[in-house]
């Protein structure tokens, strides 16, 4: 297959070669410096450290609510602000035994609870594309770290869309494993049900890459038969902004040119059920996982409740969030209702993916966020066609419920606006097919490019 242009990665290690390991990671840390004013990074390693091996001297970029064993992870919360667990993340241990360099923390979202990144305790994060809007979120930071040239990897943290909505409105690729796939504990929690790690990066290469290399399974041979795509217009496909609806429609357009079969499913009730499930079994888990992680900090963050961090939290809608969560309304009963709802969500997916009697798809197609990156401070309400919607239900409509279902996805640029801010598509798949839908991926990737 054609391949696109030369990865991330690819450009690092040439780069690599042409001068030194030393060089290259000297000016990845001063290139975070120089982009101070877009709120990327809270904190930046003195001498990063690497080793011989596959990504030997690449820069990696880590989301602070990911543990790491020689800076502090905050979560982008005031009680973490000086929490240092010294311990790695499975994703980030695996990543510094194939030679990253960790260069540094990335900003979020506070706690990774939303998905603007308008971080009140440490400052927003700013969209490249235009600073006066939103990166996205929760993994704001790590996105614009890719996007600005910072570094060619970094990881973040998906619980609803947190690493496709900034992959989306950063212009760069996310992607969500398959919830488990990629190690879990030694992160802040938000919902063992639904949180995962995973990557930003400029190509599906480079993501299939770094998850291989976390994992140890390859992504599967592309076939040579033609790609199946499923299209749900119900649900994913309404009310889309014009400039949205104009990209996603040309990228299908590409598609089709270029052999992709695209087929109209239905996700039925998926949407639906998601409002049933998505949120009780956040409320429930976070306010058991948070304390859990907490607990197992050598620090004297060990001894704080989530009330304690609930009385520094400095984002307003973080705060409802986490009253809404300890305040005991999402009983055992409730979790347990919605666990049984969201068996039935997965089954709509499978039903969609698999249809009786007819031949499977790879992947459903879908716009990734319904609207281009809001303006920074649209924090409850944004406008969305001519009146004011909420940001965070609107921007997670379409990568929620797969999410809640534990599914991998993959969000692509797939154009931009006219006033140039990007928009992304994603491809979603069933549970543990992630090196399949990652060869899926590069195909898509490739017809949009036009190779």
């Given amino acids: ?24 990671v000297a000016e990845s840390r001063q290139r975070a410096e120089e982009i101070a004013e877009l709120g990327a990074f809270l904190a930046l390693a003195d001498h990063p450290e690497w080793r011989e091996g596959l990504l030997a001297g690449v820069p990696l970029a880590v989301k602070d609510n990911l543990d790491t064993r020689d800076l502090p992870t905050t979560g982008g919360t005031p009680a973490l602000r000086d929490s240092r667990p010294g311990r790695d993340h499975p994703a980030v ?3 510094r035994a194939a030679g990253a360099a960790v260069i540094g923390k990335t ?25 006066t809007r939103s990166a996205g979120g929760s993994s704001g930071g790590s996105a614009v770290a890719v996007a600005t040239g910072v570094v060619p990897i970094a990881l973040g943290t998906d619980t609803g869309g947190s690493l496709r909505v900034p992959a989306a409105h950063c212009g760069v690729v996310g992607w969500r494993p398959t919830t488990g ?14 949180d995962t790690a995973g990557v930003l990066a400029t190509s599906v290469a480079d993501v299939a890459l770094v998850d291989e290399i976390v994992t140890g399974e390859s992504a599967a041979t592309p076939s040579g038969r033609p790609l199946r795509l499923g299209v749900p217009r119900e649900g994913f496909y309404d009310d889309l902004h014009p400039e949205v609806a104009r990209c996603t429609e040309q990228a299908l357009e590409r598609l089709a040119a270029a052999g992709v079969e695209l087929v109209e499913v239905q996700v039925v009730g998926g949407h639906t059920l998601d409002e049933e499930c998505g949120f009780p079994i956040v409320f429930f888990e976070i306010a058991q996982d948070l304390p859990a992680y907490l607990a ?18 400095a984002s307003p809608d973080v705060r409802g969030a986490l009253e809404a969560a300890t305040s005991g309304v999402v009983t055992e009963e409730v979790y347990l209702q919605a666990m049984t709802t969201r068996d039935r969500l997965r089954a709509a997916y499978a039903a969609a993916l698999q249809p009786p009697g007819a031949q499977r798809l790879d ?8 609207l281009p990156p809001p303006p920074l401070g649209d924090d409850e309400t944004t406008e969305l066609n001519g009146r004011e919607v909420p940001v965070f239900l609107t921007t997670i409509r379409n990568t929620g419920p797969g999410s809640t279902a534990g599914m991998p996805a993959i969000s692509l640029p797939a154009g931009t606006t006219q006033a140039g801010l990007p928009i992304g598509i994603s491809l979603e798949g069933l549970p543990g097919e992630d090196a399949a839908l990652l060869a899926s991926a590069r195909r898509v990737e490739a017809a949009l490019a036009g190779d």
Avoid at 185 to 193: A, E, K, L
Wanted: charged share 15%; aromatic share 4%.
């Fill in 93 to 95: 241990a695996r990543l």
């Fill in 296 to 313: 197992t900090l050598p620090g004297p963050e060990s001894g704080l409740t989530v009330a304690d961090v609930l009385a520094q939290v």
């Fill in 363 to 370: 992947a459903l197609v879908y716009p990734t966020v319904p």
């Fill in 1 to 24: 297959m054609p391949s696109v242009e030369p990865s991330g990665v690819e450009q690092v290690r040439r780069r690599i070669t042409a001068t030194s390991a030393e060089a290259v």
């Fill in 107 to 131: 900003n979020l979202h506070e706690l990774a609870l939303g998905i603007t990144s308008n971080n009140a305790a440490f400052g927003p994060v700013r969209n490249p594309h235009d600073p």
């Fill in 181 to 194: 796939r990629w190690g879990t504990g030694r992160v802040v929690p938000i919902s063992r049900t639904r």
